[in-house]
């Protein structure tokens, strides 16, 4: 198939990405600022520009890994390399449940992760997609045990 019948997909995983974007600023800097702001520490325009300013640099220089894993280290993509049609509606349905989920949470002012978000959606549409085999499990329980020692550290 030609790459121009997918191209519709493309504009639109580009669309849902920004609308992604921004429920995770809204919400995970609410939860960044929330304390701060809330305290009379900073104002709220300062914490919005502060908010900007490193959220942008914090992606640019280290985000690249962080996408690494949510594109491939989540899922084997390689089980997708004869549907890749599958691979792209799976990832922008992943994309949508997960803005749309983080929208409604941030108007019910609850603080949840986005990176959550996004985790739990790309397993969901493997899981749907291929099964079990398409989901690799060592990489989240590798994940698992980053965030159980980051608990432990900050006790």
Not at 27 to 33: G, K
Not at 119 to 128: H, N
Request: aromatic residues 8%.
């Amino acid at each position: 198939m030609a790459m121009d019948e997918y191209l519709w997909m493309v504009i639109l995983g580009f669309i849902i990405a920004f609308i992604l974007a921004f429920s995770v600023g809204a919400n995970d800097v609410a939860n960044s600022f929330g304390t701060a702001v809330g305290s009379g520490v900073v104002t709220l325009r300062q914490a919005c520009i502060l908010a900007s300013i490193f959220e942008t640099t914090g992606s640019v220089l280290l985000g690249a890994k962080v996408g690494e894993t949510i594109r491939k280290g989540i899922i084997d993509v390689n089980l997708y390399n004869n549907t890749v049609e599958t691979l792209m509606a799976g990832e922008v349905s992943a994309m949508v449940g997960s803005a749309v989920w983080q929208l409604i949470a941030s108007f019910l002012r609850l603080p949840i992760s986005g990176t959550h978000c996004i985790v739990g959606a790309t397993i969901g549409f493997s899981l749907v997609a291929i099964g079990t085999q398409g989901v690799q499990w060592m990489e989240l329980v590798k994940i698992d045990t980053l965030i159980k020692c980051r608990i432990v550290i900050q006790l």
